[in-house]
């Protein structure tokens, strides 16, 4: 289960989200796997727990955020960074956004770091900022229309949920991961996920503030403050 897009769109071209994306995927390229040199580069600037516990390879809290451990990881991620980056990154601003960005990824760093701060296995991925971007949507939109594509097995459909659904069970299935699994996460930064989710809550908060808080709510009813997209659904044929 997994979003494709909202039906919340940006009055204005969100170039810190696309730059983002950008440069994730050029660190990827940089990086590719089996490549020795890419996988040097990837050890070097990956996120080590013990490391940063012992005050080591400290650049480490913010180069990790643009490593990837395989070509899903990266496309989930920036999936996720695509159909709610924009939205944020309007209301925010561009170097707001950026530095909301990069502060809810740190966070989300120190989060895994205290579930498993002796851990050796080192920590990639965007996911820790993205899910502050999460939080912080999740706070401005809560009523947001998210389209969800469920696949199981060999069926697949797409459903419409409320954004404060769709983000909620998210973030219920980090918290279930995050004490579920040992401090490693079994390979998943769980807690790296929860706390970028909170962190971006807070951090959004006093953007919301400023836009009327409670009254922002009451008068856009959590729902985008401009027009919802509408997307025209496939129309079924039928053999004459």
Same mark, same amino acid.
Not at 8 to 17: C, F, G, L
Not at 23 to 28: E, G, R, T
Not at 206 to 226: D, E, I, M, N, V
């Given at each position: =289960? ?5 039906? #919340?769109?940006?009055? !204005?071209?969100?170039?810190? &989200? ?5 440069? #994730? ?5 940089? /990086? ?7 996988? &040097?580069?990837?050890?070097? $600037?990956? $996120?080590?727990?013990?490391? *940063? ?9 913010? &180069? ?7 070509? =899903?990881?990266?496309?989930?991620? =920036? ?7 924009? #939205? +944020? ?5 561009? !170097?707001?956004? +950026?530095?909301? @960005? ?22 990639? %991925? ?21 389209? *969800? ?8 459909? !797409?459903? /419409?949920?409320?954004?404060?659904? =769709? $983000? ?11 004490? /579920?699994?040992?401090?490693?996460? %079994? ?19 006093? $953007? ?11 008068? &856009? ?9 509408? @997307? ?5 044929? /039928?053999?004459?």
């Amino acid at each position: =289960m997994f979003p494709i897009r909202d039906h #919340n769109p940006s009055s !204005v071209r969100p170039v810190v &989200t696309w730059a983002l994306i950008a440069i #994730n995927i050029a660190m990827y390229v940089l /990086t590719w796997p089996g490549s020795e040199t890419g996988s &040097t580069i990837w050890a070097y $600037l990956a $996120l080590y727990p013990v490391a *940063i516990t012992h005050d080591q390879l400290i650049y480490g809290l913010l &180069t990790h955020m643009f490593l990837h451990a395989g070509l =899903m990881h990266l496309a989930g991620n =920036m999936l996720f960074l695509w159909i709610f980056g924009d #939205n +944020l990154e309007e209301q925010m601003g561009r !170097v707001r956004f +950026l530095g909301f @960005y990069l502060l809810a990824g740190l966070v989300a760093a120190g989060a895994q770091i205290a579930a498993a701060p002796l851990s050796d296995i080192p920590m990639v %991925g965007a996911s820790g900022a993205i899910a502050g971007v999460l939080g912080g949507y999740l706070l401005m939109f809560p009523r947001a229309r998210v389209d *969800i594509l469920v696949i199981f097995i060999i069926f697949f459909k !797409v459903f /419409t949920l409320p954004a404060w659904v =769709m $983000l909620g069970l998210w973030f219920a299935l980090q918290m279930l991961g995050g004490f /579920t699994v040992d401090g490693s996460g %079994g390979g998943v930064a769980y807690w790296a996920h929860a706390g970028g989710f909170l962190a971006g809550g807070v951090l959004a908060l006093p $953007l919301f503030l400023r836009r009327g808080g409670p009254r922002f709510w009451a008068r &856009t009813h959590g729902r985008p403050p401009h027009p919802q997209s509408h @997307y025209t659904r496939i129309p079924r044929v /039928t053999r004459r």
